[in-house]
């Protein structure tokens, strides 16, 4: 693996520096001794959570963001109970988009759930930048919709993304666990929700796009792609394929499966180079991006320049937070 440090430096923006600032004194927080934590983030929200999971039904709570602003969330939902602490979802996911946004870029963000990526992309991207979200979970995308309500740049969009235009059948296993929500067949998760047998997910048609179709009504050209789709990937970038050759956007997805490896390799064979956080602060390239997808849960895939630049802003931005911490 290549370190990012081997690559000349350029700033990165103040609006990034900033949120990295703000991100790893999270970090900071979430890495501190039991003990404390009955201080911060206190009891009242350990309390809240306990009795989240006790009950037949989410619980909606507004909570603060690491980088500014807040959204709702439902409790006891695991994405939602992580961001109740500290405001801050998926470490290492989160570093990496720190590393690969650059202001003004026009963001599709695939697979949103309640919209915690989304706003972080709206703030990375700032005023002049775009951010269209897919949710196709109604319930689901109801949440999104109102938290990016208000934001002129972030638009929700109530449909999956896949390979062809039309109506998919999407299995939702409700609020608690719509994370995993899939059009896959071999989601995540597993035929029943909470492995106790007795909850099957409700079938729901859902309506599907393609990125390619998105981008060719809107006359968009995307900078950063995530793909977050529960075993979906594949399905998804099949349906961008003209934006993968034309824009050549930097993509985060999913990985650690073998069609993350297979997909990988078509990635590579049109010019892309994989990188991976081994830990929040540190961006390596990978040679060997199959192995890199079966053995990360993400991977960054950039092309050209922008590789460049986001390996180049990974080693500033990491020197700025071994100081802060």
């Known amino acids: 693996m290549q370190d990012a440090a081997a690559h000349p430096a350029t700033a990165p923006s103040p609006m990034q520096l900033r949120i990295a600032d703000a991100y790893f004194r999270a970090i900071a927080r979430l890495g501190q001794a039991p003990w404390r934590k009955l201080f911060d983030p206190g009891p009242r929200r350990f309390i809240e ?49 720190l590393c690969a946004l ?3 870029d026009t963001v599709l963000d695939v697979g949103a759930h309640f919209g915690y990526f989304s706003l972080l992309f709206a703030a990375l991207a700032g005023p002049q930048g775009r951010v269209f979200s897919f949710e196709p979970t109604p319930s689901t995308h109801a949440l999104l919709a109102r938290n990016v309500a208000g934001l002129a740049g972030v638009v929700a969009i109530n449909a999956a993304a896949g390979d062809a235009e039309g109506m998919l059948t999407i299995r939702d296993y409700g609020l608690k666990f719509s994370a995993w929500n899939t059009l896959a067949p071999d989601g995540r998760l597993g035929p029943q929700a909470d492995g106790s047998g007795t909850t099957p ?41 003209q934006l993968l050759r034309s824009a050549h956007p930097t993509l985060l997805l999913e990985t650690g499966s073998p069609r993350a490896a297979s997909l990988a390799r078509r ?6 180079r994989a990188f991976a956080a081994e830990a929040p602060g540190r961006l390596v390239e990978c040679p060997d991006v199959a192995d890199a997808a079966l053995h990360h849960k993400d991977v960054l895939y950039a092309s050209g320049d922008r590789a460049v630049r986001l390996l180049t802003r990974a080693r500033t931005l990491g020197r700025a937070g071994h100081r802060a911490t």
Do not use: C
């Open 49 to 97: 959570r306990r009795m989240a999971r006790r009950g037949k039904e989410p619980v909606a709570r507004n909570v603060p963001l690491f980088f500014g602003g807040s959204m709702t969330v439902m409790l006891p939902e695991v994405i939602s109970e992580q961001l109740h602490g500290y405001g801050l979802f998926d470490d290492v996911v989160t570093w990496m988009a």
């Open 102 to 104: 650059e202001p003004g």
């Open 201 to 241: 997910p409700a079938q729901v048609q859902v309506q599907v796009q393609t990125l390619d179709g998105l981008a060719a009504a809107r006359g968009l050209v995307p900078g950063f792609i995530k793909i977050d789709a529960e075993n979906y990937e594949t399905e998804v970038l099949d349906g961008a394929a």
């Open 267 to 272: 990635l590579q064979d049109t010019g892309y």
